[in-house]
């Protein structure tokens, strides 16, 4: 809905404030996946499979996760992409296909989005402290997603209305994978099932950071500039889970 509101008012792209914060959120992705999360998720699976089972079983979930998003990736096209650099300026001098093209991204953000949801409702269910730098994280790599959706619709119909509601819309894939994680999960949830979404959930946000992020990021703006915005997040993030501990 940001990113949606953000097309409507702005004339250019704000190139380097997206770099920087683009870099954030893999920073904090990152970090609180490599360092906190797959940690929780092998303790949680040495407890019921032992320390080498717990071992084979976090990498495996690990990797997995990576897969998953993964193919999630492959079989969406590269134009319709929710993660490829889009700028205002040039979304609005193209013609023809518009109206699709939005509609396309908007559903291919919801795919991309639906784990992400699932990953904020894992985190929460466990360890809140660990779920608010997530949902920052997430939340403002969403806000490019806004725009890519609401820029097309809105060139195409000329409605501020329905290509705010697209995107909004596609950004409600979120709440949706946590209400489904919430409603599959909650019953069966024990040490191995909380293990081993854990650890995919660190897998599909490290590749998300590496696969998407950090190369838009470094499109948007100046090398350095997505640099320094990783190590903020890292740094961010490295602080708040100090706090509460």
Known sequence: GIGSCIAFVAKHTNKKFLSVSLGFSAGVMIYVSLVEILAKAKTSLAVELGERGGNWSTILAFFGGMLVIAVIDKLIPSEENP???????????????????????????GIHNFPEGLATFVSALQEPSVALPIVVAIAIHNIPEGIAVS???????????????????????????????????????????????????????????????????????????????????????????????
């Open 151 to 245: 820029v097309p619709i809105y060139q195409a119909t000329g409605s501020k209305c329905k290509a705010f509601n697209y995107s909004f819309l596609s950004g409600l894939a979120e709440p949706l994978g946590a209400l489904i994680g919430w409603l599959i999960l909650l019953p069966i949830m024990n040490d191995i099932v909380y293990g081993v979404i854990f650890a995919g959930v660190a897998g599909i946000m490290v590749f998300i950071s590496f696969d998407e992020l950090l190369p838009a990021a470094q499109e948007y703006g100046e090398h350095h500039l997505s640099l320094y915005g990783l190590i903020s997040g890292m740094g961010v993030m490295a602080v708040s889970l100090l706090l509460f501990l």
């Open 83 to 109: 993660h490829e650099v889009r700028c205002l300026e040039k979304e609005k001098k193209k013609s023809g296909k518009l109206m699709r093209m939005g509609v396309f991204t908007a559903l291919a953000i």
